[in-house]
Nanobody, 124 residues
């Protein structure tokens, strides 16, 4: 069973930066594809970014492309997302997700394991 714990959320002004972390345990981290999703109140959870385990391929949703960077440290079992030039519309609860799959990584249903989420609030 994989356990995921997010950290690094908080309140930041528009234009600022935050780095979220997701610490994973219970599985060989290097063999997990990892992703970030986010959800605002009353809306469906949406894909933000993913990184595949075998080849390290990354992908981003259009609204964060060029501002967010997903990365991982396999030795530490930790996933990151560096979020720059934050906008009020980035305000959400951010969730870390993990899967042993390599494909369909933009879809929530692909992921077997989820963290509890960390709140990011961007003020205007």
């Amino acid at each position: 069973q994989v356990q995921l714990v997010e950290s690094g959320g908080g309140l930041v002004q528009a234009g600022g930066s935050l780095r979220l972390s997701c610490s994973a345990s219970g599985h060989t981290f290097s063999r997990l594809s990892m992703a970030w999703f986010r959800q605002t109140l009353g809306k469906q959870r949406e894909f933000v970014a993913h990184m595949a385990w075998a080849n390290g391929d990354t992908a981003y949703t259009d609204s964060v492309e060029g501002r967010f960077t997903i990365s991982r440290n396999n030795a530490k079992g930790t996933l990151y997302v560096q979020m720059n030039s934050l906008k009020p519309e980035d305000t959400a609860v951010y969730y870390c997700a993990a899967t042993t799959n390599m494909y369909d990584l933009r879809y929530q249903a692909t992921y077997e394991y989820w963290g509890q989420g960390t709140q990011v609030t961007v003020s205007s």
